[in-house]
């Protein structure tokens, strides 16, 4: 029996068919198809990180269920999504926090081979803070009507396909969170702690337990705001219409610099793009972080000099 009506559902097919929404747009249209069954908006209710003095702002409520959409996710993303979990949950107890995808990011969309999914799905999934993570607008309409808590049972279907992984080369002595990171670095620029934070290793204090926050997991904290303040809701290369840009990597190259999109995040420059809300330049066929994300000639000419 489909719980969802047949009006809805058409609205939902529609709405799928729809590859590409200006900002908010698909957010709006599934607080739409979730005000019938008591979704409402949020976006006014904020809470402040301690760390980096940053608000975030909540998209939507259904009781006391706390809910995040976004169309996709990637490395920034899932950082600010995971900080956002802790911070509201702190502030809410008694609360569950769900995250709403429209889609998975990697591999166009189509995700892994597997199963659809990628890693930030699986990072999310396997977060305390996080009690679901669902894709498509069908999956999300599902939930607003009748709430399911099946975290397990998706974790458990992840912790099957891993099985294979970290039976190969003498791996399964190796604890899952040291795996991830080892296998990120090989094809990511992204800072292994970072990494391991945004995962949310066991064996690592959370950014949001204040009273075990040292010195350098608060920097770390920092490089992340500064991170989701170039990338977040970055434009991609096809939305720039033939305007010149350089990646990391050339940036780098042209002032004998490494190539490593980290150091770039901490620089001057970078400093002066984030004072004046200047954003980076995303290309989603790259596989490095280095060679995605890109800086518009015209930026690099106004602030370049801060780099060399």
């Given at each position: 029996?489909?719980?969802?009506?047949?009006?809805?559902m058409?609205?939902?097919?529609?709405?799928?068919?729809?590859?590409?929404?200006?900002?908010?747009?698909?957010?709006?249209?599934?607080?739409e198809?979730?005000?019938p069954?008591?979704?409402?908006?949020?976006?006014?209710?904020?809470?402040?990180?301690?760390?980096?003095?940053?608000?975030?702002?909540?998209?939507?409520?259904?009781?006391?269920?706390l809910?995040?959409?976004?169309?996709?996710?990637?490395d920034?993303?899932?950082?600010?999504?995971?900080?956002?979990?802790?911070?509201?949950?702190?502030?809410?107890?008694?609360?569950?926090?769900?995250?709403?995808?429209?889609?998975?990011k990697?591999?166009?969309?189509?995700?892994?081979?597997?199963?659809?999914?990628?890693?930030?799905?699986?990072?999310l999934?396997?977060?305390?803070?996080?009690?679901?993570?669902?894709?498509?607008?069908?999956?999300?309409?599902?939930?607003?009507?009748?709430?399911?808590?099946?975290?397990?049972?998706?974790?458990?279907?992840?912790?099957?396909?891993?099985?294979?992984?970290?039976?190969?080369?003498?791996?399964s002595?190796?604890?899952?969170?040291?795996?991830?990171?080892?296998?990120?670095?090989?094809?990511?620029?992204?800072?292994?702690?970072?990494?391991?934070?945004?995962?949310?290793?066991?064996?690592?204090t959370?950014?949001?337990?204040?009273?075990?926050?040292?010195?350098?997991?608060?920097?770390?904290?920092?490089?992340?705001d500064?991170?989701?303040?170039?990338?977040?809701n970055?434009?991609t290369?096809?939305?720039?219409?033939?305007?010149?840009?350089?990646?990391?990597?050339?940036?780098?190259?042209?002032?004998g610099?490494?190539?490593?999109?980290?150091?770039?995040?901490?620089?001057?420059?970078?400093?002066?793009?984030?004072?004046?809300?200047?954003?980076?330049?995303?290309d989603?066929?790259?596989?490095?972080?280095?060679?995605?994300?890109?800086?518009?000639?015209?930026?690099?000419?106004?602030?370049?000099?801060?780099?060399?």
């Amino acid at each position: 029996m489909n719980l969802i009506p047949d009006i809805i559902m058409k609205k939902i097919t529609s709405l799928a068919q729809i590859e590409r929404h200006h900002s908010g747009e698909w957010e709006n249209e599934i607080l739409e198809l979730g005000e019938p069954y008591g979704v409402v908006d949020a976006k006014k209710e904020r809470v402040l990180d301690p760390l980096t003095d940053k608000w975030f702002e909540l998209d939507a409520r259904l009781g006391d269920i706390l809910i995040e959409l976004t169309t996709s996710c990637g490395d920034t993303k899932e950082a600010k999504i995971i900080r956002e979990a802790t911070l509201f949950k702190e502030n809410n107890p008694g609360s569950k926090f769900v995250v709403c995808l429209k889609r998975i990011k990697s591999n166009k969309g189509k995700g892994r081979v597997s199963d659809g999914k990628d890693s930030h799905y699986d990072h999310l999934i396997k977060h305390p803070d996080i009690d679901n993570v669902l894709v498509g607008e069908e999956e999300i309409i599902k939930f607003f009507i009748k709430p399911t808590w099946d975290k397990q049972e998706k974790i458990n279907k992840l912790k099957n396909k891993n099985k294979k992984i970290l039976s190969n080369k003498g791996e399964s002595n190796m604890k899952f969170d040291q795996l991830v990171i080892r296998e990120a670095m090989k094809t990511s620029d992204m800072d292994p702690v970072s990494f391991l934070l945004a995962y949310g290793s066991s064996n690592t204090t959370y950014v949001g337990d204040m009273n075990n926050v040292s010195k350098a997991e608060k920097r770390r904290a920092r490089q992340i705001d500064r991170r989701v303040s170039l990338c977040e809701n970055a434009l991609t290369i096809s939305d720039l219409k033939g305007e010149p840009t350089q990646s990391i990597r050339q940036l780098a190259e042209t002032h004998g610099k490494q190539a490593d999109l980290g150091k770039f995040i901490s620089s001057a420059m970078a400093t002066r793009m984030i004072e004046d809300k200047v954003k980076m330049v995303q290309d989603t066929d790259a596989k490095y972080d280095r060679d995605r994300w890109h800086i518009t000639q015209s930026v690099i000419d106004k602030y370049g000099h801060h780099y060399s």
